[in-house]
């Protein structure tokens, strides 16, 4: 995922950059293209403008010399008189009505264009190398000679290739600059998924109390508080794990202990009738693969259904699980109440309360322990107790971390505390010395009876 996160950071920017310049690309070439064909038809447009003005000035100088039939001399340009036309290279030649060259620079006989201007107002184009003008030179009704104006078309084209060179210079920078806004763009868009990476990886290494920042960017902020929850489930997970594992090995410790010392007892007794020292076994197993069922109905977070409890069973699996434990140690068991108020509960959830209290009585306790059940008004109370104490101030609920001489009985006690609140019930210390806890349940009272109208006193 870590990987994934770090490799999709990067692709991303890759891929704003190249969206951002690839976008620039895409506006200069659509508006770019149509607009050098504009300024090139605006270049050939100004150059036949100037061609046009040349040979104006030219046929307002030549028309009289033409009108009397004299050779016109064209006065040299001087320098700097043509300092706004955009051609300074033209050439002009003027034609005779029958289409000789009589003055200038020019074909000697006349071409296309001057043959054309002689029959029409104008005429241009280009010739070979050059774009050429030629306009007729009229004096009152009569044609008395053409103007031919020309340049070389390598000057228009060299004209339009700076201005093209000025636009694709322009272009570039415009490129240029997407691609720096892009790259801003991508790391302030990839900076989140960045974060978003170390948080990840903080998480693959265990640190579950790792959040993801937010950015106020909807899709990266979604992104993140999956990875906040998923970060709360697996710690969750992990925790109830851990949880499961002590409350297992706590709880699994008193059937196991139970099973061996019935066959420690066994073979301390070779004569004994071993049949009976196998049922006792198998009567210990069961007992066991009924703990861990419920263990693991616990780490799944699943709950038995609940039905009166049967007091009277449940206390015979008590008399035959501890009896022996409790009696190999010196120690008695006493069980009473059996008939007690009845409640509803699951049995599984209160015969693991009952081991945890036996077991806490059993291993820190002294003397006598004693399982009582009676009526306390709407609930059903079952008390354990022994002839230990516990020191004043101390919370038995609260986990201790064990050492040689003590072990923590915190652990079981958390788990029967919260066994009993998920079926309803409450667990407590209602007396440090001698220590007795109890477990209340709520009762099921039953229904009165109705009397039948003919059994009415």
Same mark, same amino acid.
């Given at each position: 995922? @870590? ?5 999709? %950071?990067?692709?991303?920017?890759? =891929? ?24 090139? /038809? ?5 150059? #036949? ?10 046929? $307002? ?30 050439? @002009?030649?003027?034609?005779?009505? %029958? ?7 020019? !074909? ?11 029959? #029409?107002?104008? &005429? ?41 060179? /000025? ?13 720096? @806004?892009?790259?801003?763009?991508? &790391? ?41 929850? #998923? ?8 925790? *109830?794990? *851990? ?19 019935? $066959? ?5 007794? !070779? ?26 109905? $616990?780490? /799944?977070?699943?709950?038995?259904? *609940? ?21 190999? =140690? ?13 409640? =509803?509960? &699951? ?42 104490? @516990? ?67």
């Amino acid at each position: 995922m @870590i990987l994934f996160l770090v490799g999709h %950071t990067l692709s991303v920017r890759r =891929r704003i950059v190249t969206l951002t310049v690839l976008a620039a690309v895409l506006a200069i070439t659509l508006f770019g293209v149509p607009l050098a064909l504009a300024v090139a /038809k605006f270049h050939e447009s100004m150059s #036949t403008h100037d061609l046009e003005r040349a040979a104006d000035n030219v046929a $307002l100088e030549v028309t009289g010399d033409l009108a009397n039939g004299r050779i016109p001399e064209l006065r040299p340009t001087p320098a700097g008189e043509e300092g706004e036309d955009r051609i300074r290279d033209i050439a @002009i030649g003027v034609y005779s009505p %029958t289409g000789r060259l009589i003055a200038g620079e020019g !074909p000697p006989h006349a071409d296309d264009f001057v043959r054309s201007a002689r029959d #029409t107002d104008r &005429a241009n184009g280009i010739a070979g190398d050059e774009v050429v003008l030629a306009e007729p030179v009229v004096s009152g009704a009569s044609v008395v000679g053409v103007i031919r104006a020309a340049h070389p078309r390598s000057e228009l084209d060299d004209m339009i290739r700076v201005t093209w060179l /000025k636009m694709a210079g322009l272009g570039g920078i415009a490129i240029g600059a997407s691609w720096l @806004i892009g790259l801003r763009i991508s &790391a302030r868009l990839a900076r989140p998924l960045e974060d978003l990476a170390v948080t990840a990886e903080r998480l693959g290494e265990g640190d579950f109390t790792v959040r993801a920042r937010r950015t106020g960017v909807r899709e990266i902020d979604q992104v993140a508080e999956a990875l906040d929850v #998923t970060s709360e489930r697996i710690g969750e997970t992990l925790e *109830r794990e *851990r949880t499961f594992s002590s409350d297992a090995s706590h709880q699994l410790r008193t059937p196991l202990t139970g099973l061996r010392l019935q $066959l420690e007892a066994a073979l301390e007794s !070779p004569g004994s009738d071993p049949y009976a020292t196998i049922r006792d076994g198998i009567a210990s197993a069961d007992r066991l693969e009924r703990t861990i069922d419920d263990l693991l109905a $616990l780490a /799944k977070q699943t709950r038995a259904p *609940r039905s009166l409890l049967d007091l009277g069973k449940l206390f015979e699996e008590v008399r035959q699980t501890w009896h022996g434990l409790l009696a190999g =140690r010196g120690r008695a068991l006493r069980i009473s109440g059996r008939e007690a108020l009845p409640a =509803r509960a &699951a049995d599984a959830a209160v015969r693991q309360v009952l081991a945890v209290l036996l077991d806490n009585a059993a291993t820190h306790g002294t003397g006598t322990v004693t399982v009582l059940a009676r009526d306390a008004g709407d609930a059903l109370a079952i008390d354990v107790s022994d002839e230990g104490a @516990i020191a004043g101030g101390s919370d038995p609920f609260v986990t201790r971390e064990a050492t040689e001489e003590r072990e923590g009985n915190g652990i079981g006690l958390r788990l029967a505390r919260s066994l009993a609140e998920a079926e309803g019930g409450r667990l407590r210390l209602t007396s440090p010395s001698p220590t007795t806890f109890t477990l209340l349940l709520p009762a099921e009272r039953p229904a009165p009876r109705e009397e039948g109208p003919g059994l009415a006193s």
